[in-house]
């Protein structure tokens, strides 16, 4: 294949993407949280060549992205719990996996599978008009070759995957900057599968569901997708860094001195989110022998964060 175009959102290029996407086509898209790499989630050819492009392992289910919440019911079941959140966010960077239903046109492939589906509305409005332009639901993992940093511009996603698509759409930098927060909603009360976007303290405060942590309870489902080692820059990453080692860069969080790159000086770890990925991929160079990092605190997005380092440190043989 030729090298992808990218191109800016305007009607001619919404109407592009949406016939390429009846074609059977990729086309990666901005979405408030990352770039995703866009499929007819019905198709079951469209989603594997998703799997393909990606270098997926073929058991991780991808997310069905949607342009209004009227769509779920062709698909998937509310619960209780599932309706509260859709109605108090969405629009907005949080995922809720959802029990499918018998008729369900979505991909089996899309689901790995299981008997659930991954939902997203989200709140980017040039993905909310793809979208829409298509008019059915769009499959999309994070548009990156599997295991590496998520990309949060066009450029990102044209270094990892531009041979390999026909059309990026480009909205512009990715303003949350880290995925979606991921709930299992099938039970009363919401199962956290991925820290994300949206920080579970705004989810607590807004419905005052009790939501549950599997890291804390072992008998609580798990997310297929969350392998130890994900996001990982070809540097090694230390964790929790006061100070730089020699030949290493330095990625800072607020008030440090010798940064390379600060993710917030001010402290702010929404800030953070949304330079996270990018400035991983710029410190990525060989003219350093590492990537030493700040400690990140745990509150609000910094859950999400501390869990992408965690994973961008992990060992690998
Ligand atoms: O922000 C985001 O969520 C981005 C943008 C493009 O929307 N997408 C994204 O997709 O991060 P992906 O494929 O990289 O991550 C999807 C996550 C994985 O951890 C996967 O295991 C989980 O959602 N997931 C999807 N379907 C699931 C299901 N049926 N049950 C449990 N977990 C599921
Ligand atoms: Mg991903």
Not at 224 to 252: C, D, K, M, T, W
Request: net charge negative.
């Amino acid at each position: 294949m030729s090298e992808a175009k990218i191109k800016k959102i305007t009607p001619e290029s919404l109407e592009e993407a949406a016939d390429l996407l009846r074609r059977g086509q990729l086309v990666a898209f901005p979405t408030e949280t990352v770039y995703g790499l866009g499929a007819d989630a019905c198709s079951d050819e469209a989603v594997a060549s998703t799997f393909q492009a990606k270098g997926r392992p073929q058991f991780n289910p991808l997310i069905a992205h949607i342009a209004d919440i009227s769509w779920v019911d062709s698909f998937a079941v509310f619960s209780p719990s599932a309706r509260k959140l859709a109605e108090a966010f969405w629009p907005a960077p949080v995922t809720l996996v959802m029990e499918r239903k018998a008729d369900c046109p979505i991909s089996l492939l899309v689901s790995a599978g299981l008997d659930s589906v991954a939902v997203r509305y989200p709140s980017h409005k040039g993905a909310r008009a793809m979208i829409a332009a298509f008019g059915k639901s769009v499959s999309a993992p994070s548009a990156n070759v599997s295991g590496t940093v998520s990309p949060t511009t066009a450029e990102h996603v044209f270094q990892s995957l531009g041979d390999r698509i026909p059309l990026i759409l480009d909205g512009g930098p990715c303003l949350v900057g880290v995925e979606s927060t991921v709930l299992d909603v099938r039970a009363d009360k919401p199962v956290l599968l991925r820290a994300g976007g949206l920080a579970v303290e705004e989810i607590v405060e807004k419905t005052g569901l009790d939501v549950l942590f599997p890291d804390k309870d072992p008998a609580l489902p798990r997310s297929p997708g969350q392998l130890s080692s994900h996001y990982a820059p070809r540097l090694p990453v230390r964790l929790n860094a006061l100070y730089p080692e020699e030949g290493e860069a330095f990625l800072g969080f607020g008030a440090v001195e010798n940064a390379t790159l600060n993710l917030s000086e001010k402290a702010d770890v929404r800030e953070a989110a949304a330079h996270l990925f990018a400035y991983m991929r710029l410190l990525d160079k060989p003219c350093y022998r590492g990537i030493a990092v700040s400690p990140i605190p745990m509150n609000d997005l910094g859950l999400a964060i501390n869990d992408r380092l965690k994973r961008a440190a992990y060992p690998r043989s």
